[in-house]
């Protein structure tokens, strides 16, 4: 009976002569069928099963495989130095004759380039006599001439430091100290800025050039003329010599979360992990990059321009962003990737509907701050554009990339990076502004799902290089004893949350710094130069939310000296004069006494709360109409602030 029941089963029923025999491989048979089954239902359900316990299983596989392959080059390229300046002499002897720039109506190729460089290496040393291991500042803007000089620099094994182009006065000789260069380099443009400064860096003893043919200002020599003499042969590799992982490739300022800017020492290793954002991305050889962010921040410069080059793609510099331009320019140009902040994704989507909004090529966009709406909006109006959102401070040890997607978050948790970079939210006192210590003094992760302070363990594969020549910054940014006695941890200043899913949200920034339009804006540094104001006498700078804008915009309280008004355009001048227009502060609140309550910080954050509602606000408040003055605020303009009506 059971044999009847299993012979059922049998393919080969009936076909077997002996009948022993007939049992032995029907049995086997049978066997192999039932396991056949199991295993083609198990094969069937088990994507399902990983599907359902993760969505993310394919996208996590294929990062995990593409983690090992940037983690063998990594070590190989420590290995054996291998700098971005080799990795361009390779793809200029690769594809000499493919176009590296593209800027306005004129392009180059990588070996155009190259032979420009080599111009300009020779001109320097000439005349500035640079040699190995000197720090040179550029202040200049976006055009080509900013990756010559720089690939220049590289060549002559000298660091480049690279100035913001919107400060002036006071912060740019502060910056430009920070790094203890001896020759700055500045832009046509800039001549003026570089004037209001002169009798300080000549009595420093600075040598000053400007990329012009002639200059006829006592202080500053032309250098356009001098590079137009030289020859565009190589220059010997021996020039560069003692240059290793650990030398500074480049200086970023960044003001951190806290103070003045202060220049983030970017070495060569540093270089490399940001320089392959682009690879993680999935960019290829033959794409088109768009870059506009400036050069002289990280986005820009280490993500983009060296991003592209590790893969040797063409870029299309643009001089800055411009909502009209942008997508006729990656039409014009065929660009593929773009790079973002959050800010310009929401300008794009604030520009009049055009029937050709879905005709380019962009396929992939790389940025940071995107928020949830805009990311939706922006695809349902742009076509399928991959976002990468990515995460991670200049000059910080730690990063995230959410490759997996998700709309809204910054990055996911993945466990080969977890095993490379111990991070971790610790739960955190936003009233009193530090991490809450249990009874032990040890700090306290945050489970999933809650709010915490991002930090991550320094060490060898995880170092933090600090700022340049300021120490006292640097340790403000270690967090010690933060698990065991003795340890040490990057305090990023962040605040995050990690879902279940393990997407990682930004949640808030800390410290007395804001961003606003992309840029970190010191509160105390404004502070400082409000001071100056002669009918000031106390001031108080912090940065207050706008709804449906990134970040928090510029606002000051202040305290006017006795019997002193408050001078609308006098303020203004000023602030326009010594403020970058992203530093200016949008709204000004008079108070009779910056009223102490507790401390100083928890006062910050309750007038931040307090924002600029005139009918929550009973003291004079003041608004900064665009490059009119400031005038007093009212419920009118609130409300179109609030309605979106106008636009900061
Ligand atoms: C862009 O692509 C089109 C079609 O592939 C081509 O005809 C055109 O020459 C390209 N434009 C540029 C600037 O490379």
Redesign the pocket.
Known sequence: MKRTSREHWSPLKGGCMDPAAGLTYSSFFLKTKMLAYILCTALAVLPLMIYFRNPYFLKDLSYTFLSIYVGIRLSRIKKKFYSILDRFLDKVAEHPHK?FI?YEESSYTYSQADRESNKVARALLTHAHLKEGDTVALFLGNEPWFVWIWLALSKLGCTASFLNVNIRSKSLLHCFSCCEAKVLIAGADLQGAIEEVLPTLKQQGIRVFILREHCHVDGIESLSDKIQMESDEPLSRQLRASINIKSPAVYIYTSGTTGLPKAAVINHEKVWIRAFGMTFAGVRSDD?VYIYLPLYHTAGFLLGLYGAIERGTTVVLRSKFSASNFWNDCR???VTVIQYIGEVMRYLCNTLKRDNDKDH?VRLAIGNGIREDTWVEFLERFGNICIRECYGATEGNVGFFNYGGKIGAVGREHFLYKMACKYALIRFDTEKEEPVRDSRGFCIEVPRGETGLLVAKIGKRTPFSGYAKDKQQTDKKKLRDVFEKGDMYFNSGDLLKITDEGFIFFQDRIGDTFRWKGENVATTEVADHLLTVDFIEEAKVYGVKVPGHEGRIGMAALKLKENMDFDGKAFYQHVKNYLPSYARPRFVRIQDALVVTSTFKQMKVKLAEEGFNPALIKDPLFYLEDNKGYIPMTQELFNCIAEGRLRL
């Open positions: 176009k593209v088109i014009k140009y065929n090529k």
